[in-house]
């Protein structure tokens, strides 16, 4: 399966890419907002993984990454359905809470909304804590759950 990760948390992306190299995916890397647009308008993939919130652009050291974008991966399914890119899309988030303080939207709340309006990419969040082994055992079970043709 050819796997797009869009995550800017180095320590993170190397344990998503450790779960998916034991399966033998072909993975490409993105690190922002943007960069992982861009992969997904040039290039086929079977599945997104996808981090919520990231930087608009990837950070470097000439770079900060821009703004901060709260809800990035909201945003890209959003260009997804836009576009009328076929993708399924798993969210994996260390976050459990998003927005301000104003008005926070739960994890739950957040998983609800997406299921609604992007059920045709979205097939599910995972909450990642890099402390316990639950996240993993979550992550390969929705994979697993997904053909070799990224269809489930």
Request: hydrophobic share 35%; aromatic share 10%.
């Amino acid at each position: 399966m050819k796997i797009l990760v869009i995550e800017d948390d180095m320590n993170k992306l190397q344990n998503i890419n450790k779960v998916l190299s034991e399966k033998n995916h072909k993975i490409t890397e993105c690190y922002s907002y943007n960069s992982g647009l861009k992969a997904i308008i040039a290039n086929y993939y079977d599945l997104l993984v996808l981090d919520m919130s990231l930087p608009t652009f990837d950070i470097k050291s000439s770079e900060n990454g821009g703004r901060p974008k709260p809800f990035a991966g909201k945003e890209i399914l959003r260009q997804l359905g836009r576009r009328q890119i076929k993708l399924k899309v798993i969210v994996v988030t260390q976050f459990e809470m998003f927005g301000d303080s104003q008005s926070p939207i739960s994890l739950e709340t957040l998983n609800n909304e997406l299921r609604e309006k992007y059920s045709s990419n979205y097939i599910g969040t995972v909450y990642y804590e890099s402390s316990e082994k639950r996240w993993e055992n979550q992550f390969l079970d929705i994979l697993n759950g997904i053909g070799q043709d990224g269809k489930n």
